[in-house]
Every structure is written in C-alpha cells, then in structure tokens.
C-alpha cells in the first residue's frame, strides 16, 4: 500500500528561523514528489520533484528528493509569520496519496 | 488561464439529508477532477477520481457518490448524511502528471 509519512507533526518557532521538514514515501512506480502549503483553504503547489539531489528553490524555501533513501525535506530559512501553515507532501505513484501534514507556527 | 470554482463554501446539513457539491474547472479541456476530504486540517483522503465524462473511480466505500456530467463539471453527492460525514471537502484538477490545483473547498457541517 503507498504510504507517505510526514514529520514532525507539528513545529513552533519564532521568526527568523530554519525549518526543515521531512516526507518519506513508500509508493508503487514512483513519479513525482509535491509539496503544497496550505493556509486556510486551498493548498497552494510549492514544488515538484521528480530527480534526486536536484535542489528546487522558490525565495526563502526549497526542497529536494532522495529517491534511494525515499525521502524529500522542505527547509524555509529566515521564517515569517507568513509562513504560518500546514505543509503537505503528495506523491504521484499509481495513487495520489498526501502525508497528514506538518503544522508550522512561526511564532513574531 | 484556468480556474477552479467549488460551492457552496459553507453547508450545514441535518444527519439523513441528501448532499450536492459542484465543482467546475474553466481554461482546460480533459482534465482529470478529484474530490478529497479533509479532516481537522490534517491530510487529504482521496475519495474519487476521473479522467473523464462519466468515468469515475472510487477510492474508499463510503456513504458518498461522484458523477461527472460534463467534461470540466464534478459533483459529490449522498442520499443520506451520516454526522461522519462532516469535514472539508476539496476538488482539484490536473493534467496527467502535473500538480493538482485545488477549490476553496466547502465545510461541511453534519448536525
């Protein structure tokens, strides 16, 4: 059964931060790896993953895959209060399957 | 560009009521639709999916039904609401292999 496991569940840290967030997977015909951050309604695409040890960046965050050890981090530097949301991890396999979640607090 | 709309935001429902979502996708042709539920803002579960016009796959048994009448329209319905059935309710869309972009959701509330 595809399985992706998110930890930890649940961060709180204060502005100006690094966080590192942690997504493994254990999936059939593996494709791609996602992460979505979502605030109070929809979940908003981060990135993509599809190859290892290719760090993607977006400003502040940026994430990358290990396909041998099957698992993605999300690391935000220099944390906001903005940044206060739940991150999810998704894979693309056979199944669309999302992680639980990490609830991320930036506290000011 | 694409859009994705879901309604009703809000719904609160008495136990054994029917339920009707509507999602609608405008801007793309084809898309595959998902509707997920979403639990005390934790994960999402993936209750169906479709690749097209009444093509529907379904990926837990539950009291809920999906139809997808027309290419970029995709509703979730019950004939009778169980209290289980409350939470957040999220559709999304994509093209094969590309991320999902998702409603706003509704928040289902089951009294």
């Known amino acids: 059964e595809d399985k992706v496991v998110q930890s930890p569940l649940s961060l709180v840290v204060h502005e100006g931060d690094t966080v590192t967030l942690n997504c493994s997977y254990e999936?059939?015909?593996?494709?791609?790896l996602l992460w979505y951050k979502q605030e109070k309604k929809a979940p908003t695409f981060l990135f993509m993953l599809?190859?290892?040890?290719i760090e993607k960046k977006s400003g502040r965050l940026s994430s990358i895959l290990d396909k041998k050890e099957l698992f993605s981090i999300l690391n935000i530097t220099a944390t906001q209060t903005g940044d206060s949301a739940v991150y999810l991890c998704m894979e693309y396999g056979n199944k669309l399957v999302f992680g639980a979640g990490t609830i991320l607090r930036v506290k000011s | 560009s694409q859009t994705i709309h879901q309604w009703p935001a809000t719904l609160v429902q008495p136990v054994g009521s029917p339920l009707s979502l509507e999602c609608t996708v405008e801007?793309?042709?084809?898309?595959?639709l998902y509707w997920y539920r979403q639990a005390a803002g934790r994960g999402l579960q993936l209750l169906f999916y479709s690749v097209g016009i009444g093509q529907i796959s379904s990926e837990v048994p539950q009291n809920l039904s999906a139809s997808r009448p027309q290419d970029r329209q995709f509703i979730l319905s019950s004939k009778k609401l169980l209290l289980s059935d409350s939470g957040f309710y999220l559709c999304?869309?994509?093209?094969?292999?590309?991320?999902?972009?998702f409603g706003n959701g509704t928040r289902l509330t089951v009294t």
């Open positions: 999304a869309w994509s093209v094969q292999y590309a991320p999902l972009h």
């Open positions: 599809t190859s290892s040890g």
């Open positions: 999936v059939t015909n593996f494709r791609s």
């Open positions: 801007g793309t042709s084809n898309p595959n």
